[in-house]
């Protein structure tokens, strides 16, 4: 198991960017492929990227490939995302998830991930 908080939400003009932060304690970070979902009010929690245990290799999601990088620190057991020229439809809770994984699949189903953090709000004004 691996514990996670994630930091970095807040309130962010149209156009604007954003850094989402993902601290993990507890198991071996390097062995776990990591994540971030998105959920907004009424709606699925939604995928949107992964990136594996060695770091080499990613998935992002089609609705958000041109905008948003994930990325990892393993010096500080981080894995972050970047979000650039964000719009107010990327309102919702976003979530960081961990899989233990260490051979570098990356996975995008909810169901794959075991470990979750508690979410940051993401509200994006127009």
């Known amino acids: 198991q691996v514990q996670l908080v994630e930091s970095g939400g807040g309130l962010v003009q149209s156009g604007g960017s954003l850094r989402l932060s993902c601290a993990a304690s507890?198991?071996?970070?390097?062995?776990?492929?990591m994540c971030w979902f998105r959920q907004a009010p009424g709606e699925e929690r939604e995928f949107l990227a992964a990136?594996?245990?060695?770091?080499?290799?990613?998935l992002t999601a089609d609705s958000v490939k041109a905008r948003f990088t994930i990325s990892r620190d393993y010096a500080g057991n981080t894995v972050y995302l970047h979000m650039n020229n964000v719009k107010p439809e990327d309102t919702a809770v976003y979530y960081c998830?961990?899989?233990?994984?260490?051979?570098?699949?990356?996975?995008?189903?909810?169901?794959?991930?075991?470990?979750w953090g508690q979410g940051t709000q993401v509200t994006v004004s127009s």
């Open positions: 998830a961990g899989a233990y994984s260490p051979y570098g699949a990356v996975f995008r189903t909810r169901d794959s991930y075991s470990n």
């Open positions: 507890g198991r071996t970070f390097s062995n776990y492929v």
């Open positions: 990136i594996s245990s060695s770091g080499t290799r990613s």
